[in-house]
Structure formats: structure tokens, C-alpha cells
């Protein structure tokens, strides 16, 4: 298995999953146009975050994206890992595990001082897997403001 940055090039599949991981863990259904263009700016904007694809013979079977918020608190950045998605038949295999390992590496070469997420609170596979490889629960909550 391949770890790598992923490139626009990636931006269909990592759109597919994005979409898969919607309807799956929410049960949202995502605009295919919109969810494309918001991959796409990512992919083209190192300063909106980065995407990290797993390849299996070249085809991309799994995908984590970072998004970076600035803590004044630690004059440091915390890396937010989002959209991660394994396609279902690589699941339990070690893939989320080589992506959180080299979004580790990647982070400790920046100074980054710790990993955050969030995770619907019905998603029970999602909690599991994350609380297995060394995740801990915060006591914040999170609100939106729509706008």
C-alpha cells in the first residue's frame, strides 16, 4: 500500500468517497457539482488543507483530508483531520492506520502538537476505529451558525 499527497488528478474519486462517506455516516446526500468544486479548490489551494490518498495497485482505496486552525494558546497550528473515507472492502485492513501514521510523521515535522477531529455521534464504526488507534474524547461541543 501506497501513501501519498494527493493531486487533482484525485479529485473524482476522492469527490465519489466524499459522497459515500456523507450518505454512510450522516445520511446526507451530497451535490456531486459542489462536493467536486470544493475538492478541486482544495486540491489546487495548499492553503485550504491537503488530501492523503491510500493506493492499492494504483487505484485509491482510502483518503483522509487536514485543514489547519491557528492556536493562539500555543502559537502552533492544530491539524483537523476530515473526510476520511476507506472503501469497504479494504476496511479493518490498516489503511485509516498508515493514513493517521503519516499524517503523524508529516504533523511532528511541523510542529503540529496534536491531531483533532470531530465524528457524528451515530457513526458507532467511526467512534470505534478511532478510539482503537489512540483517540480521546474532548470535553468540547460543537456548534454551527448558519448564515
Known amino acids: 500500500m501506497k501513501i501519498r499527497l494527493a493531486c487533482k488528478d484525485d479529485a473524482e474519486i476522492i469527490t465519489t468517497q466524499n459522497i459515500a462517506l456523507a450518505k454512510e455516516s450522516e445520511g446526507i446526500i451530497l451535490n456531486p457539482q459542489t462536493t467536486l468544486s470544493g475538492v478541486t479548490s482544495l486540491l489546487l489551494d495548499v492553503t485550504k488543507g ?17 485543514t489547519q486552525e491557528w492556536s493562539d494558546w500555543r502559537d502552533k497550528p492544530i491539524w483537523w483531520v ?22 503523524k510523521e508529516l504533523a511532528g515535522k511541523e ?17 470505534k476505529t478511532y478510539e482503537k ?9 460543537v456548534y454551527h451558525l448558519p448564515l
Do not use: C
Open 111 to 127: 510542529g503540529v502538537p496534536f491531531l483533532r477531529l470531530y465524528v457524528h455521534d451515530q457513526n458507532v464504526p467511526a467512534l
Open 82 to 103: 476530515q473526510s476520511v473515507y476507506v472503501q469497504e472492502p479494504w476496511r479493518n485492513k490498516g489503511v485509516f492506520i498508515q493514513l493517521l501514521n503519516h499524517v
Open 133 to 141: 488507534t489512540g483517540w480521546h474524547r474532548e470535553p468540547y461541543m
Open 50 to 66: 491537503f488530501y492523503l490518498v491510500a493506493e492499492e495497485h494504483k487505484n485509491v482505496i482510502g483518503q483522509l483530508m487536514i
